[in-house]
């Protein structure tokens, strides 16, 4: 696949699961260094740390399989979406208030992703 691949491109891919999967992967190392930032500022740096640590290196990993394979704004755009919706569902299991607004908010920035992807 070309490096400027789009979402439709890698949509009919046929190895559109390993996609999906190291798409999430990235997402969730961002999710997982914002928790350990989060974690930091309200207690424990050394589980911070491990955790800031391991999710950059999970996204940096996963970031460079995909950017080898499609486009920049593609690959960024579409791990924005998911790690959205990453980020709520972790705010939520912190004991974070997700209200109606916050799911609203959430549902824009995936629809315009999914504007900017098609």
Do not use: Q
Not at 7 to 29: D, F, Q, T
Request: glycine letters at 8%.
């Amino acid at each position: 696949m070309s490096p400027d691949a789009t979402l439709s491109e890698i949509s009919s891919n046929p190895h559109i699961l390993r996609w999906i999967v190291v798409i999430m992967l990235a997402a969730l190392g961002y999710t997982v260094a914002t928790v350990g930032m989060k974690i930091a500022a309200d207690r424990s740096y050394a589980l911070a740390t491990a955790l800031v640590l391991g999710g950059f290196v999970l996204v940096v990993v996963t970031e460079i399989f995909l950017l080898r394979r499609a486009d920049m704004t593609t690959v960024y755009v579409t791990i924005i979406g998911v790690e959205t919706l990453m980020i709520l569902a972790a705010g939520a299991m912190m004991g974070e208030v997700v209200d109606m607004r916050r799911i609203l908010g959430a549902s824009c920035v995936v629809a315009g992703i999914a504007l900017v992807s098609s």
